[in-house]
């Protein structure tokens, strides 16, 4: 049992105590803090020193791989993200769930800044729960030297190319891709059409190396892949490093996807954030972060001639952006590809 | 009594919160029906778990408990010859064990990498063959199940050598001696002395390269070339592209199960109970 005198003694060390650590982690960092997670190598790491220096804030940065990482993250709805970066199509299904906060386009005036393409977006006509910042497509990558008349998506069931191709490791891809060749749509849901579509990817296999995402890149800049269903924005990084590389925008049609920032609804920091978003859109910002992460901006300002990653305007007529697939669709397309990859 | 049970609480929360917990949790979910765009919703259902007998399902797992099997064997032809080399190299012995052991210094990811490297049609081995004339077109090396099997093993190659070299460093010098006194041939007295008595130390490491094996995702993954599935494929697939959680922990359980059965299995023989 402690006096009463040594009690007060010992309150007021433990107050002082108290009180000093909380003053030190005070002092460590006073500025706000916004919390970005965003893809990987997908903006100019310059831009959030600039954004934090000129706003006076502390931007804590996080990057993700794929949309089902993020999307994994942030559907508890207290993941301590503010502002993340979905794919179009995971837009809608994210604001159904009630985990994206609608944007207010009073602070956002350089939306006037965004290309006509992207004032009007199908997914998000209005633009109420993102900005579109950077978007590419799929199309067939392929080695100029040695290989020719590259044009359609059934190049990439060619003979003499057997063995040296590849195609992306992703379902919705790889079935799309099938079904644009039998002239079906990209996003069926129809069982026979999906189908037909996983039989012509079942043949298509004996004549592929691999599937593989952005690891193909190296080997087509080495020459051990001579054709490859490919993202524009990796393949205009792979022509860096090969010039006899060129990218197909094939005949069939093409995905185009569109990577756009949203603010999360959890977020407690709805006004930084707008900043965030608006300090994206201007125009040098945005023309520093294409030329960075090597893809398309969805800006007017800073875009570029280069024919890959800005298809020209018939060109980009052909392109869609496919929607969410519904979930019993979904489920029934892994099925599918569960069965291509054990074939 | 009671000092017993207050000295093992703490082992008995660790275990409760690291195994128990989560162990919970993924039987949970595998009960639960999954979510449109990821995550678990109610109602209770089996229907992850009748999914399995699906035979889709049933010949990816045979196939995973397969090429886990070959890379067992493998790991046995390989490490029995490393493992004696070492006991028999005196005072090298120690210089061996930690060369054994350098690999671990690096990433696991990164040195599956490095196999893409050696074997890729202008990689290493392909470039050597063709600069020394001996094939004129390069050999499809990569993304193959020799290439899986290949990483397997590389990876999970010091995992039988060192337990078996546990048990050959016990082994009485004296035995394999008096097998030679006898007239045996040393090919005899390996097989009928040396590989008997260190039957323990082989079992041991066949547990500790199967297991891992068979859950095994990233080296058919990055070696395969995503052209095959096993099991951890399969699972990590329903945790991304199919946003299927549900079954994905049904997966996961029912492999759990498996690697717990050969555990079982192996872990009848009771000198290598003790050594693992």
């Known amino acids: 049992?402690?006096?009463?005198?040594?009690?007060?003694?010992?309150?007021?060390?433990?107050?002082?105590?108290?009180?000093?650590?909380?003053?030190?982690?005070?002092?460590?960092?006073?500025?706000?803090?916004?919390?970005?997670?965003?893809?990987?190598?997908?903006?100019?790491?310059?831009?959030?020193?600039?954004?934090?220096?000129?706003?006076?804030?502390?931007?804590?940065?996080?990057?993700?791989?794929?949309?089902?990482?993020?999307?994994?993250?942030?559907?508890?709805?207290?993941?301590?993200?503010?502002?993340?970066?979905?794919?179009?199509?995971r837009l809608g299904p994210m604001a159904t769930h009630g985990l994206l906060a609608r944007l207010d386009h009073g602070r956002l005036p350089g939306l006037a800044g965004l290309d006509s393409r992207f004032q009007q977006p199908v997914w998000?006509?209005?633009?109420?729960?993102?900005?579109?910042?950077?978007?590419?497509?799929?199309?067939?990558?392929?080695?100029?030297?040695?290989?020719?008349?590259?044009?359609?998506?059934?190049?990439?069931?060619?003979?003499?190319?057997?063995?040296?191709?590849?195609?992306?490791?992703d379902p919705e891809d790889v079935l799309g891709v099938c079904l644009l060749k039998l002239g079906m749509p990209f996003s069926s849901v129809d069982e026979r059409q999906l189908q037909a579509a996983k039989a012509e990817a079942i043949r298509q296999k004996q004549y592929l190396r691999a599937y593989l995402n952005a690891d193909v890149r190296d080997q087509l800049v080495s020459g051990d892949v001579l054709a490859a269903e490919l993202?524009?924005?990796?393949?205009?990084?792979?022509?860096?490093?090969n010039a006899a590389l060129r990218f197909a925008w094939p005949t069939e049609g093409f995905p185009l996807y569109c990577d756009c920032a949203a603010i999360l609804r959890e977020s407690t920091r709805y006004e930084l954030a707008h900043e965030f978003l608006e300090f994206l859109l201007q125009p040098d910002v945005a023309a520093a972060n294409a030329r960075v992460a090597v893809t398309a901006t969805a800006n007017r300002a800073g875009q570029s001639a280069d024919p890959v990653l800005y298809p020209p305007g018939e060109v980009y007529a052909r392109g869609f952006w496919p929607p969410a697939l519904p979930p019993a669709a979904q489920r029934y397309r892994d099925r599918l590809w569960t069965e291509i990859k054990s074939a | 009594m009671k000092l017993r049970f207050w000295s093992l609480?703490?082992?008995?929360?660790?275990?409760?919160?690291?195994?128990?917990?989560?162990?919970?949790?993924?039987?949970?979910?595998?009960?639960?029906?999954?979510?449109?765009?990821?995550?678990?919703?109610?109602?209770?259902?089996?229907?992850?778990?009748?999914?399995?007998?699906?035979?889709?399902?049933?010949?990816?797992?045979?196939?995973?408990?397969?090429?886990?099997?070959?890379?067992?064997?493998?790991?046995?032809?390989?490490?029995?010859?490393?493992?004696?080399?070492?006991v028999r190299s005196g005072r090298w012995r120690n210089v061996w064990l930690q060369l054994v052991?350098?690999?671990?210094w690096t990433s696991f990811l990164i040195r599956t990498y490095a196999w893409i490297f050696i074997l890729r049609d202008t990689?290493?081995?392909?470039?050597?063959?063709?600069?020394?004339?001996?094939?004129?077109?390069?050999?499809?090396?990569?993304?193959?199940?020799?290439?899986?099997?290949?990483?397997?093993?590389?990876?999970?190659?010091?995992?039988?050598?060192?337990?078996?070299?546990?048990?050959?460093?016990?082994?009485?010098?004296?035995?394999?001696?008096?097998?030679?006194?006898?007239g045996a041939t040393p090919w005899r007295t390996l097989r009928r002395v040396t590989i008997p008595l260190s039957l323990p130390g082989i079992i041991a490491g066949s547990v500790l390269v199967f297991v891992p094996c068979l859950g095994a995702y990233l080296t058919p993954d990055l070696l395969g070339g995503g052209k095959t599935v096993m099991i951890g494929n399969l699972v990590?697939?329903?945790?991304?592209?199919?946003?299927?959680?549900?079954?994905?922990?049904?997966?996961?359980?029912?492999?759990?199960?498996?690697s717990a059965l050969s555990l079982a299995a192996f872990l009848r023989h009771r000198t290598a109970r003790e050594l693992l």
């Open chain 2, 236 to 258: 990590q697939n329903q945790f991304t592209s199919a946003r299927d959680w549900p079954f994905g922990s049904a997966v996961s359980m029912a492999v759990l199960m498996l």
């Open chain 1, 1 to 89: 049992m402690l006096r009463d005198s040594q009690n007060r003694a010992l309150s007021s060390r433990r107050t002082f105590l108290v009180a000093g650590g909380a003053s030190t982690v005070a002092c460590a960092d006073r500025r706000p803090r916004l919390n970005v997670f965003n893809w990987s190598a997908y903006i100019d790491p310059a831009m959030i020193e600039r954004f934090e220096t000129e706003r006076g804030v502390r931007i804590r940065y996080g990057t993700y791989e794929s949309n089902e990482e993020m999307l994994a993250r942030v559907m508890s709805g207290n993941s301590g993200w503010d502002v993340v970066f979905p794919t179009h199509s």
């Open chain 2, 9 to 86: 609480l703490p082992a008995r929360l660790t275990g409760a919160l690291l195994l128990g917990i989560p162990l919970a949790v993924i039987i949970a979910y595998s009960l639960l029906t999954r979510g449109d765009y990821g995550g678990v919703e109610q109602p209770w259902t089996l229907d992850n778990w009748a999914r399995l007998a699906d035979p889709l399902y049933l010949a990816i797992v045979w196939r995973s408990v397969w090429i886990a099997g070959v890379a067992t064997l493998l790991c046995a032809a390989a490490g029995f010859p490393v493992a004696l080399f070492i």
């Open chain 2, 123 to 182: 990689g290493l081995v392909n470039t050597a063959l063709t600069s020394l004339g001996l094939i004129h077109k390069p050999l499809p090396l990569l993304y193959n199940d020799g290439a899986v099997l290949a990483g397997l093993v590389y990876n999970y190659l010091p995992f039988f050598v060192l337990p078996l070299y546990a048990t050959l460093e016990k082994l009485d010098t004296a035995l394999p001696e008096a097998a030679a006194d006898l």
């Open chain 1, 124 to 169: 998000d006509s209005e633009l109420h729960w993102a900005v579109p910042y950077m978007w590419n497509g799929t199309g067939v990558a392929y080695n100029s030297k040695l290989v020719a008349g590259v044009e359609a998506w059934s190049a990439l069931w060619r003979d003499d190319l057997r063995g040296r191709m590849t195609m992306l490791d």
């Open chain 1, 231 to 241: 993202w524009s924005t990796t393949t205009a990084q792979a022509i860096a490093g």
């Open chain 2, 101 to 104: 052991l350098l690999p671990f």
